[in-house]
């Protein structure tokens, strides 16, 4: 069955950096777009950043544009996301998760993504 495994969470400061990695297995990976999205304690879970199949397209939220970096490795089946300058209101679960596209697309709306993993807690300290 598909796996979406989140690794690289923590506790931070406010202006510090964390690595966020997923790891994939049971799909075809290189025929995802990967996603991460993130929930804050009552809040809807919302977009962070999207790549496209062969990574020639990427997308961010505006909260995030400038600080995070997605990136992903096909021969590894793994998709990262690498966070700087860090705030507080970055707190949250973070979730990967894998959505069926056309080559050279990103998805942005939840709904389309088919897999998702367990999460992992950033916390941000201010």
């Known amino acids: 069955q598909v796996q979406l495994v989140e690794s690289g969470g923590g506790l931070v400061q406010t202006g510090g950096s964390l690595r966020l990695s997923c790891a994939a297995s049971?799909?075809?990976?290189?025929?995802?777009?990967m996603g991460w999205f993130r929930q804050a304690p009552g809040k809807e879970r919302e977009f962070v950043a999207a790549i496209s199949r062969g990574a020639s397209r990427t997308d961010y939220a505006d909260s995030v544009k400038g600080r995070f970096t997605i990136s992903r490795a096909n021969a590894k089946n793994t998709v990262s996301l690498q966070m700087n300058n860090l705030k507080p209101e970055d707190t949250a679960v973070y979730y990967c998760?894998?959505?069926?596209?056309?080559?050279?697309?990103?998805?942005?709306?939840?709904?389309?993504?088919?897999?998702w993993g367990q999460g992992t807690q950033v916390t941000v300290s201010s």
């Open positions: 049971g799909l075809t990976f290189s025929s995802y777009v």
């Open positions: 998760a894998g959505a069926i596209a056309p080559p050279r697309t990103t998805v942005v709306r939840r709904v389309e993504y088919a897999y």
